[in-house]
């Protein structure tokens, strides 16, 4: 009789245990790779029993993606304009929240970026540079916009490769298959690519800002996790984890 409470009480208990665990599943730019994945083993200490996936890849096709009943909790947009049209059109169970506002850079692992501007993509030695492509990703929208504002578009445009999202436009760089790439400033500054090349500062009035925004989805209307998540990277720990990545950061409210 014994051995069969003990058995009950441990089938109670685990029960329990599961019925407090919770999952989300996020969606992510790119730029966040590294951040994010600190923040979120950050937020795990205080709950080991919850479980976080982070997917990343282009802030435009996770707009479409929403859209189409992806199974995403929350989506981290590099355009906070993304979030605001899925808001706008009831996609979202919160108010769109700005996080943070980021950079873009040159950067190459074959030469020395931080003694180079965008004029030097000009040069006939550069044959091969990539950027995200514009056409969903707001990392290449932005460096679009900075290329065109210095009149250099046309004359580099063949020399373009385009990355699916600002990580696989790294990743270009990185292997060789481009020369030089205009990136986000919070890949460049992680120590592994860091230790492989410096970096350029593109001037931000070069381009429009990059203001980034996340929402909880209309699917997590009722995830409690997603919204104890959404207010751990607002918190003191996950602000200093973004600035250390470059990233300038909205007020606090």
């Not at 890849?57 to 909790?73: H, L």
């Not at 929240?97 to 006939?124: C, E, F, H």
């Not at 929402?215 to 209307?221: F, M, S, V």
């Amino acid at each position: 009789m014994k051995t069969i409470q003990t058995l009950l009480l441990a089938v109670c208990c685990l029960a329990a245990s599961l019925a407090q665990a919770e999952k989300i599943v996020i969606a992510a730019a790119s730029d966040l790779k590294f951040a994010l994945d600190e923040i979120a083993a950050e937020f795990r200490k205080a709950h080991p029993d919850d479980t976080i996936e982070i997917v990343y890849g282009s802030s435009g096709k996770f707009f479409t993606q929403i859209q189409q009943d992806a199974p995403y909790d929350l989506y981290f947009s590099a355009d906070i304009a993304f979030p605001e049209k899925l808001a706008k059109a009831g996609f979202a169970a919160s108010e769109v929240k700005p996080y943070a506002v980021g950079r873009i850079v040159l950067w190459s692992a074959q030469m020395d970026a931080s003694k180079l501007t965008l004029k030097n993509l000009t040069d006939s030695s550069i044959t091969r540079i990539a950027i995200a492509n514009p056409k969903h990703a707001p990392y290449g929208k932005r460096a679009e916009e900075a290329l065109r504002s210095t009149e250099m578009w046309a004359s580099v445009e063949p020399k373009l490769v385009y990355g699916e999202n600002i990580a696989h436009t790294a990743q270009f760089v990185q292997t060789g298959n481009a020369q030089i790439g205009i990136i986000a400033l919070s890949l460049a500054l992680n120590p592994e690519l860091a230790r492989q090349g410096d970096h350029y500062l593109i001037p931000d009035t070069l381009h429009e800002p990059l203001t980034q925004g996340h929402i909880i989805t209309k699917r997590a209307a009722d995830n409690a996790l997603a919204e104890r998540f959404a207010v751990f990277v607002d918190s003191k720990p996950a602000r200093e984890v973004m600035t250390r990545y470059g990233f300038t950061l909205p007020a606090k409210e």
